[in-house]
């Protein structure tokens, strides 16, 4: 029983009460953990439940049964939270089905996993019984949604060139978003209108190296000021799987871009696509027009390199140089 969007799953939990089982698995953690606040939210203060959480891993022959046949003293219920959903034993998951089949009176059950359904019979069963959203990271077209409430829910305002320097930066990493928002609204205070301006000084620092102009530097096809760059900004203490994020994400973009380009699509289109905006439209058609379209295999090749060597412990001045160097040889 899939759930189809975020929006949807959230009305589930907030509308929910004894008897239901939920599942949030998929890699997007940040969704997962806001659900699972919801949940809680929803269950202890709400509801009067008590919040019961357990590793499925760890679960014994009969303890899911218990736990969910159990009546309280001091409580109207049980919410039991079961994290890593796919490790479900043959017994506990027998138990789960019987209690579904049978009706749970007095509790009720959210089970997450990072995991997705093709990875696990556990998850593929679940999904097929009861409510069931997986958490992947947004579209492009979904990024402006969530900058909004996401800022709104931090108390600040963004004017149109702060939204779309925080949809560049955070790529579709919404822990990224959420985490840059944080720092917006502690830096400017609650009620504070933030521009470009606000969003450059936070996030990159007063007199510093700016990710956006490494963004710039590296698609302009400048490689000498592209490399001084990411070398200041790792040593400012940028991650550099951050850098290499923000350098994917906008490499998408201008791909993306290319295509409608190639096409015969404009500036409509392009936002269609990308999500761009002004002024990043006008850069990104700018370096589509520039992207040698026999090199996109390539830069592919490089990322992906990227990745796997910095998570292996590679060097980080000559993983950025080598991306760098197969970045900007994709420009003419």
């Not at 953690?29 to 008590?50: H, I, K, M, N, T």
């Not at 994290?83 to 506990?92: F, R, T, V, Y």
């Not at 949604?145 to 702060?162: K, P, Q, T």
């Not at 190639?262 to 002004?278: I, P």
Request: include cysteine; aromatic fraction near 6%.
């Amino acid at each position: 029983m899939k759930v189809r969007s975020y929006r949807e799953m959230e009305h589930l939990i907030s509308s929910s009460g004894a008897g239901t089982v939920l599942v949030a698995a998929g890699p997007d953690l940040y969704q997962s953990g806001r659900l699972q606040e919801a949940a809680v939210g929803r269950y202890r203060s709400g509801l009067g439940f008590d919040v019961l959480r357990r590793d499925a891993g760890e679960l014994e022959t009969g303890d899911l049964k218990r736990m969910l046949q159990e009546g309280s003293l001091f409580f109207s219920g049980h919410l039991l939270m079961i994290s890593q959903a796919q490790k479900l034993g043959k017994a506990s998951m027998e138990e789960l089905m019987e209690s579904i089949r049978k009706g749970i009176q007095d509790s009720a059950v959210l089970l997450t996993s990072g995991a997705v359904p093709r990875e696990s019979s556990v998850l593929r069963k679940l999904e097929s019984l009861v409510p069931f959203y997986i958490c992947y990271e947004p579209f492009e077209k979904e990024i402006p949604g969530w900058i909004s409430r996401i800022s709104s829910e931090e108390g600040i305002r963004l004017d149109r060139e702060a939204s779309g320097l925080l949809a560049q930066y955070s790529g579709r990493s919404l822990q990224r978003l959420a985490d840059a928002l944080t720092r917006l609204a502690i830096y400017h205070g609650g009620g504070s209108m933030v521009n470009g301006r606000g969003v450059r000084e936070v996030l990159s620092g007063r007199g510093g190296a700016d990710i956006f102009q490494l963004g710039d530097l590296v698609f302009g096809g400048i490689r000498n000021g592209a490399l001084d760059c990411a070398a200041r900004l790792i040593s400012q203490g940028e991650e550099p799987i951050a850098v290499v994020g923000y350098l994917h994400s906008t490499w998408q973009k201008v791909v993306a871009a290319a295509d409608v380009l190639d096409r015969g699509g404009g500036k409509r289109e392009v936002t269609a696509a990308t999500g761009a905006r002004f002024p990043l439209l006008d850069r990104l058609i700018g370096y589509a027009d520039s992207l040698r379209r026999n090199s996109i295999a390539e830069a592919a090749e490089a990322f992906a390199r990227a990745d796997y060597e910095l998570k292996t412990g590679g060097d980080v001045t000559v993983v950025m140089a080598g991306l760098i160097f197969a970045l900007t040889s994709a420009s003419r």
